[in-house]
């Protein structure tokens, strides 16, 4: 018997969750969750802290079993064929699974031996230079800011290009530039037909990034659709005159300025900036 390559596996909506529940014990997280995901979309799941997102997360990636309902991913049911399922997702989760010891190169190549691919090599350097980070590639991981560990851990689950990433609150506690470069690298991979579900928390991030947009709340998606339809459930704004105040992140980003390639990879013992040649250029 033999399977087609995951990416080869085009029929039908990317995921496909039906009816899913789970329980811990007494605490019902998951009463009913239904939604699909189109290939090549950005799917960005909500909801407030304990609302489930990362359960449904470890239930796509065959981490959990439900206690009800089905799930496909790539046309793979996560209940019986748990193993091509996996073949085809790669999931980053809420705390990074970089190893601080190795370098950023490192990590990338072993896991690109994880995974029997050819030229571990060349696939760590391509997702270097994708990721930013071509300069601080052979430094160790535990030098990394935060941002950049981030960046590492996606490109990590990119290795093997998997048709369908799970993004587990990918920007959570990264500073506004570390996460416009986090979204770059989202868009980017969208744009190449992976499918991403994310979950997130901040409401902006979904805004900028997602094609639909799904809230759960007390076990069930509330609301499921685009920008523009969920603006819809809400009446037209009245028009008012107000005087538009950059926001904190304008002001932040035009004094920090855009920090190239270098001033972020190898930024770690920079010093302090010069904020007049910094927003000179602006
Ligand atoms: N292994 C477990 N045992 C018992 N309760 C759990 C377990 N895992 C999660 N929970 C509970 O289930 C609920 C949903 O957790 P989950 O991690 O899915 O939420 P979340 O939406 O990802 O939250 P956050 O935004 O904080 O990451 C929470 O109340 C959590 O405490
Ligand atoms: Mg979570």
Redesign the pocket.
């Known amino acids: 018997m033999s399977i087609p390559p995951a990416t080869n596996r085009v029929q039908g909506p990317a995921i496909h969750v039906q009816g899913l529940e789970k329980s811990?014990?007494e605490?019902r997280?998951l009463r009913g969750v239904n939604f699909e995901v189109a290939r090549g979309s950005i799917f960005a799941l909500l909801?407030?802290?304990?609302?489930?997102?990362?359960?449904?997360v470890?239930i796509l990636s065959t981490l959990l079993k439900p206690d009800a309902g089905a799930a496909r991913v790539n046309g793979f049911d996560v209940a019986a064929q748990g193993a091509e399922v996996r073949e085809s997702i790669s999931l980053t989760g809420?705390f990074a699974a970089v190893d601080g010891i190795l370098s950023g190169r490192e990590n990338l190549v072993l896991v690109a031996r994880l995974r029997h691919l050819k030229d571990p090599g060349a696939i760590a350097d391509d997702l270097l230079r994708r990721f930013s980070l071509t300069g601080a590639g052979t430094r160790r991981a535990a030098t990394y800011s935060g941002g950049m560990r981030r960046r590492l851990d996606i490109a990590m689950s990119l290795t093997g290009n998997p048709p369908v990433i799970f993004l587990?609150?990918p920007t959570a506690g990264l500073d506004p530039e570390a996460r416009i470069e986090v979204w770059q690298a989202v868009r980017e991979l969208a744009e190449g037909g992976t499918t991403v579900l994310l979950?997130t928390?901040y409401l902006d991030e979904a805004e900028q990034l997602a094609d639909r947009i799904a809230i759960?709340h007390h076990g069930r998606i509330i609301v499921n659709g685009t920008l523009a339809e969920l603006r819809q459930l809400l009446p037209p704004a009245r028009i008012e005159y107000v005087e538009k105040q950059p926001s904190l992140e304008d002001i932040f980003l035009t004094v920090v300025g855009d920090a190239g390639e270098d001033d972020r990879d190898g930024g770690a013992d920079s010093g302090s900036q010069d904020l007049k040649t910094k927003s000179s250029g602006k």
């Open positions: 811990y014990k605490l997280v909801g407030s802290n304990g609302a489930g997102k990362t359960t449904v470890k809420q587990d609150e979950t928390q759960l």
